[in-house]
């Protein structure tokens, strides 16, 4: 009688145990991947903010340069820095007044290409921007002079 009493006190046995242990470290497993592949996408998810957020800043800082004045420079937005260089895409002209005669700007295409030195992941920005100058504003006197 105590043996069989003994028999049904007993916990689990030592298949039972295991049998256990790999279904939870299945269930481990497959939790891990699901863990592992949210985050990566969260982090992949950041990385395309940060460069949309770049791009972004990058195009609006090129409506508000003047290539023919500002060819080149740098801007430091505190996070990031963004570098810029400008290129003539053919010749600078003349402007034209309506109907006709000559215009008071000189004007040409350039090529501008943002960079953001800080962070090499982000690819170049390229665009394409008219600039131009005012040909009639006099030019500054000579220093001694008076106006």
């Known amino acids: 009688m105590l043996d069989s009493e003994a028999e049904t006190a007993a916990g689990f046995t030592l298949i039972e145990a295991i049998v256990a242990l790999v279904i939870l470290s299945a269930v481990m497993i497959g939790f891990y991947d699901f863990l592992s592949t949210a ?7 950041e990385l395309a903010s ?3 957020d770049r791009r972004t800043n ?16 740098t801007l430091d937005l505190g996070k990031y820095r963004v570098h810029w260089t400008s290129h003539v ?18 004007v040409a295409l ?13 690819p170049p920005i390229e665009v ?15 220093p001694g002079t008076s106006n």
């Open 58 to 73: 990058a195009l609006e800082l090129a409506t508000a340069l003047n290539p023919m004045d500002l060819p080149e420079g």
């Open 110 to 122: 350039y090529r501008m290409i943002f960079t953001f030195p800080d962070d090499a992941e982000v």
């Open 128 to 142: 394409t921007r008219l600039g131009y100058h005012r040909d009639d504003i006099p030019q500054s006197f000579p």
């Open 50 to 52: 940060f460069a949309y």
């Open 89 to 106: 895409l053919g010749d600078i002209r003349q402007s034209s007044r309506y109907p006709v005669g000559r215009g008071i700007f000189k």
């Open 39 to 45: 985050l990566n996408g969260a982090h992949r998810m």
